[in-house]
């Protein structure tokens, strides 16, 4: 400890900063790290035990399965269920909202964490990536994501490269009429 701490005073007033910065990037890596163990959920389980209540006839106690569960599936699972005696199209309007509102919190900011919600959310069926970000490229994510998860329909999107495979493409700046043009392609 003493060989490190002097070799922190050689460093003179530079290591002050870059200890401050190693601090911040612990701070983040830790709190992404707890809000993607927060999101988890076994979807599986989590499914079957809301079609048995379901099916029970205990729509009350799925609500409130749904909403002690910190998850997006849970909580676009209950925006259908507070729905439950409405016809059809009110429930799937209403499913689909709860899924709008939960898709920005789904974003991810490398690939690696893009990966964890890949893994740990099989309900994502797209991937929207761009080809170009710092770390791994938009074009490797898609090919260790499509390995586990060859069903994942993949989006390209770049303001300058275009991927190397004949994937969905859109050309930045793009339009949401251009998005919805490549969705039903993918």
């Known amino acids: 400890?003493?060989?490190?701490?002097?070799?922190?005073?050689?460093?003179?007033?530079?290591?002050?900063?870059?200890?401050?910065?190693?601090?911040?990037?612990?701070?983040?890596?830790?709190?992404?790290?707890?809000?993607?163990?927060?999101?988890?959920?076994?979807?599986d389980v989590f499914l079957a035990t809301m079609q048995k209540c379901i099916l029970a006839g205990?729509?009350?106690?799925?609500v409130k399965m749904c909403s002690a569960a910190n998850a997006p599936l849970a909580r676009i699972v209950q925006a259908?269920?507070?729905?439950?005696?409405?016809?059809?199209?009110?429930?799937?309007?209403?499913?689909?909202?709860g899924a709008l509102q939960e898709m920005p919190k789904i974003a991810a900011r490398t690939g690696l964490e893009a990966l964890a919600l890949l893994r740990d959310n099989s309900s994502i069926s797209i991937l929207f990536t761009d080809i170009?970000?710092?770390g791994m490229g938009g074009e490797e994510l898609a090919g260790i994501a499509a390995a586990s998860r060859p069903d994942l329909r993949v989006i390209f999107a770049s303001g300058s490269a275009r991927p190397s495979t004949d994937a969905a493409f859109l050309k930045k700046?793009?339009?949401?009429?251009?998005?919805?043009?490549?969705?039903?392609s993918t």
């Open 1 to 43: 400890m003493a060989d490190l701490w002097h070799h922190f005073q050689e460093g003179g007033w530079a290591m002050w900063p870059i200890m401050f910065w190693l601090i911040c990037a612990i701070a983040v890596i830790a709190e992404r790290a707890v809000y993607l163990w927060g999101a988890s959920i076994n979807k």
């Open 58 to 62: 205990d729509v009350a106690k799925a």
């Open 80 to 97: 259908g269920l507070v729905k439950v005696n409405r016809p059809d199209e009110e429930v799937q309007a209403a499913m689909d909202e």
């Open 132 to 134: 170009q970000m710092p």
């Open 173 to 184: 700046p793009y339009r949401a009429a251009d998005l919805a043009r490549v969705l039903p």
